[in-house]
Nanobody
Framework: QVQLVESGGGLVQAGGSLRLSCAAS????????MGWYRQAPGKQRELVAA???????NYADSVKGRFTISRDNAKNTVYLQMNSLKPEDTAVYYC????????????WGQGTQVTVSS
């Protein structure tokens, strides 16, 4: 069992920066990959960035060069540094944890709102 708690969302002007945090607790050794998804009104939830237990990262094309995912294993925390924010980045951002075993359901945080004003 894994619990995820996000923080760091807010309102920022275009071109600004935010850093999201996701603190994980519980059976963290069962997690293969952690990542950030986002969902804007009227749109599908999409993967923004992910990092595997081995440190491999993956980014959506729309955020490459602007966002950076990282982890602090000592704190069991994953971060999403978001720079050069655009209005189209506005969404609810969800932390995600994918178990090592494919047949187990993903874990999700409660979501944190990111709003980028023009």
């Amino acid at each position: 069992q894994v619990q995820l708690v996000e923080s760091g969302g807010g309102l920022v002007q275009a071109g600004g920066s935010l850093r999201l945090s996701c603190a994980a607790s519980g059976s963290i050794f069962s997690i293969h990959r952690m990542g950030w998804y986002r969902q804007a009104p009227g749109k599908q939830r999409e993967l923004v960035a992910a990092i595997t237990s081995g440190g491999t990262t993956n980014y959506a094309d729309s955020v490459k060069g602007r966002f950076t995912i990282s982890r602090d294993n000592a704190k069991n925390t994953v971060y999403l540094q978001m720079n050069s924010l655009k209005p189209e980045d506005t969404a609810v951002y969800y932390c995600n944890a994918r178990p090592r075993h494919y047949y187990r359901d993903d874990y999700w945080g409660q979501g944190t709102q990111v709003t980028v004003s023009s």
